[in-house]
């Protein structure tokens, strides 16, 4: 059974950094493209950032892009998103995502972790 | 304002088939495949439609989605209750390099 489990979400200062992990297992992590897509309270899915099986190729939105970080470590099934230069704009339900057929759409969805930005 | 454009809302009585439209432009769904996903209450999104029109194991046949041109449609026959959820369309925009969602379609059985 595929599971994918966020965690270091929280509450963090605006101007603040933050990283967020997650955890893959039952499937071969390798072979998946991965995303990080975020929902703010209230709104709708905003896709942040992917990154590809091997971790050569990473993409990012522009709300994001110079702000945040993602990686990936294949040898522990861990993606990550290193978040900086926070906003009060960037509090929403963080997930992590899987991308097992090759079009960067997410199949497989984590719970999700909430991160607040707020003084 | 999202990407692709969908409905805000959309209703319709037990039984009856529902549809949910996303129109795009030759960047997006022109040129890439549109996934559709259900996000119940306090959930996170499920997949319900990938590659345009196929369907996961274990989503059932009742939900179909097609795609024409810019446009793709997520339709919903014999509708529940339990099928009281927000729709969101998405795809990979090539312009953008990255991948775009609909604005969610929050659906009502009434």
């Known amino acids: 059974e595929v599971q994918l489990v966020e965690s270091g979400g929280g509450l963090v200062q605006p101007g603040g950094s933050l990283r967020l992990s997650c955890a893959a297992s039952?499937?071969?992590?390798?072979?998946?493209?991965m995303n990080w897509v975020r929902q703010a309270p209230g709104k709708g899915l905003e896709w942040l950032s992917g990154?590809?099986?091997?971790?050569?190729?990473?993409y990012y939105a522009d709300s994001v892009k110079g702000r945040f970080t993602i990686s990936r470590d294949n040898s522990k099934n861990t993606l990550s998103l290193q978040m900086s230069s926070l906003r009060a704009e960037d509090t929403a339900v963080y997930y992590c995502?899987?991308?097992?057929?090759?079009?960067?759409?997410?199949?497989?969805w984590g719970q999700g972790t909430l991160v607040t930005v707020s003084s | 304002q999202s990407v692709l454009t969908q409905p805000p809302s959309a209703s319709g009585t037990p039984g009856q088939r529902v549809t949910i439209s996303c129109s795009g432009s030759?960047?997006?769904?022109?040129?890439?495949?549109v996934y559709w996903y259900q996000q119940l209450p306090g959930t996170a999104p499920k997949l319900l439609i990938y590659?345009?029109?196929q369907r996961p194991s274990g989503v059932p046949d009742r939900f179909s989605g097609s795609k024409s041109g810019t446009s793709a449609s997520l339709a919903i026959s014999g509708l529940r209750s339990g099928d009281e959820a927000d729709y969101y369309c998405?795809?990979?925009?090539?312009?953008?390099?990255?991948?775009?969602f609909g604005g969610g379609t929050q659906l009502t059985a009434l």
């Open positions: 995502t899987g991308d097992s057929y090759g079009y960067w759409c997410p199949d497989y």
């Open positions: 039952g499937f071969t992590f390798s072979n998946y493209a």
């Open positions: 990154i590809s099986g091997s971790g050569t190729s990473t």
């Open positions: 030759s960047s997006n769904i022109g040129s890439n495949y």
């Open positions: 590659r345009n029109n």
């Open positions: 998405a795809t990979w925009d090539d312009s953008l390099s990255g991948v775009v």
